[in-house]
């Protein structure tokens, strides 16, 4: 009797095992069919293409292109940020007009260099100064500028970010050469000049600037 009560229980937890076993099969099968595709694609990928970060290009203002173009007038941008619309605007301005008589006087300062030389090289300090706030006072009062373009962009942080793109009021070819005379009759430079020669070479520098920064957006 017992022998047989035995072999019940044998025979009860075995068909058990066995039912366990069969209802871990997927009844779909094509879900079965889909899932091991989707292992062997896994195992053919190689594993430096599955860790390749992404990458998104990113998208340069418009003020900055508009300040790189070929144009009759030089022009700059500038950006500013600030939790009010008006102090971002008024940021933004300020730097296009720093970048311009930043880039002015560098160009004042490379005709001057290859004018004389090495003895052009030996600027001070004081003197370095002197000509950028010369330089300033002729971009904003002598000649000019316009603001020929403004963005404006609502930062996630709540700040808005302004670009605009600023023009001087008078051509290239003429500022060159308001700017050559008045560095020369103000002595500035304290160097005599060919007024004409120096304006073309403040002209040259400029059209040389702009060509790089167009080159570097590309």
Do not use: H
């Amino acid at each position: 009797m017992k022998k047989v009560l035995l072999f019940s229980v044998v025979a009860i937890a075995t068909f058990m095992m066995v039912g366990c076993k069969t209802a871990q099969v997927p009844n779909d099968y094509q879900a079965f069919l889909a899932y091991q595709q989707q292992m062997q694609k896994n195992e053919q990928t190689p594993q430096w293409e599955t860790n390749q970060p992404k990458r998104q290009k990113r998208e340069v203002d418009e003020c900055i292109t508009m300040a790189t173009e070929n144009s009759g007038s030089f022009r700059a941008y500038g950006e500013g940020t600030s939790f009010r619309e008006g102090i971002a605007m008024e940021n933004a301005e300020m730097d296009a007009v720093i970048r311009m008589v930043q880039q002015i006087q560098t160009a004042v300062e490379g005709a001057r260099d290859r004018y004389r030389g090495s003895a052009g090289k030996n600027l001070s300090t004081a003197d370095e100064e002197r000509i950028q706030s010369y330089i300033r006072q002729f971009v904003v009062g002598t000649t000019g500028y316009r603001i020929i373009k403004t963005n404006l962009y609502d930062l996630s942080d709540g700040t808005v970010q302004c670009y605009v793109c600023i023009e001087q009021k008078i051509n290239t070819d003429d500022m060159a050469k308001k700017l050559s005379n008045e560095l020369s009759d103000d002595g500035v430079l304290g160097i005599e000049f060919n007024r004409d020669r120096f304006a073309a070479s403040i002209k040259e520098d400029l059209e040389k600037y702009k060509a790089e920064q167009r080159a570097n957006l590309q």
